[in-house]
């Protein structure tokens, strides 16, 4: 079946302007979780998602930071008033957990490039 | 706290062999390992847990030293697409929320692996 999709692929902002990143998992994954990605880094952890609830926003940098999930499959990441260092790779990640964590693998979109100018 | 992969690059012919290294300065409960191309989603290779239980490629071997929190990825007679960069993700025990258990991925900055003919 079709892997996560994300959208855009590419987005260019300028600084202040609001953006909506989209996330569409693997068909009945339950669990969906949102990273991070600076140029040359390891993914980092935002936030959680278990059906539609978001059981885990710790990683938001700011309060410009908003997730949704609200029918438990399409997610959306919303980033207020753009700064430049939110320019980065935002990828999504969702898993089945048919095994419980920690058995169960993530399936990584390929992310979206954001750039703020 | 980020766990620290090395080496930061490894180049390699085609058939030899690499070795990449995790370490935590937390104790470690699993151990995922990722494989990213340029521009694409990270993939899944190997999972390994806390008492010795793996999932994963056949292809591809990884060990989990629990004493020393560290795993080790070993890639044997390399192809010219085992090409990527590998990231290590680990994880603690599982997070519970509202009676909801879950769990989530600390990655290293990865290990870029170059293979030529």
């Known amino acids: 079946g079709a892997g996560v999709s994300q959208s855009p692929r590419y987005k260019v902002a300028k600084r202040g302007q609001d953006v909506a990143l989209r996330c569409d998992p693997i068909?009945?994954?339950?669990?969906l979780f949102w990273y991070q990605q600076a140029l040359g880094q390891g993914p980092e952890f935002l936030t959680y998602?278990?059906?539609?609830?978001?059981?885990?926003k710790s990683g938001l940098p700011s309060d410009r930071f908003f997730a949704e999930r609200p029918e438990g499959s399409v997610s959306t990441l919303k980033i207020q008033r753009t700064q430049q260092e939110d320019s980065a790779v935002y990828l999504c990640?969702?898993?089945?957990?048919?095994?419980?964590?920690?058995?169960?693998?993530?399936?990584f979109g390929n992310g979206t490039r954001l750039t703020v100018t | 706290q980020q766990p620290v992969q090395s080496p930061q690059a490894v180049i390699l012919r085609e058939g030899e062999d690499a070795v990449i290294n995790c370490s935590s300065s937390?104790?470690?409960?699993?151990v995922h390992w990722y494989r990213q191309k340029h521009g694409e989603a990270p993939v899944f290779l190997m999972i390994?847990?806390?008492?010795?239980e793996q999932k994963g490629h056949e292809k591809i071997s990884a060990s989990f030293n629990e004493k020393k929190q560290q795993s080790s990825l070993y890639l044997t007679a390399s192809q010219l697409s085992y090409s990527g960069t590998y990231f290590c993700?680990?994880?603690?025990?599982?997070?519970?929320?509202?009676?909801?258990?879950?769990?989530?991925?600390?990655f290293g900055q990865g290990t870029i692996l170059t293979v030529h003919p």
């Open positions: 990640a969702s898993s089945l957990m048919e095994q419980g964590w920690p058995r169960s693998p993530l399936h």
């Open positions: 068909s009945g994954h339950v669990s």
């Open positions: 998602f278990q059906n539609e609830a978001q059981l885990d």
């Open positions: 937390k104790a470690l409960y699993s």
């Open positions: 390994l847990l806390k008492g010795g």
């Open positions: 993700g680990t994880g603690p025990s599982t997070f519970n929320a509202g009676g909801t258990s879950y769990g989530k991925l600390t």
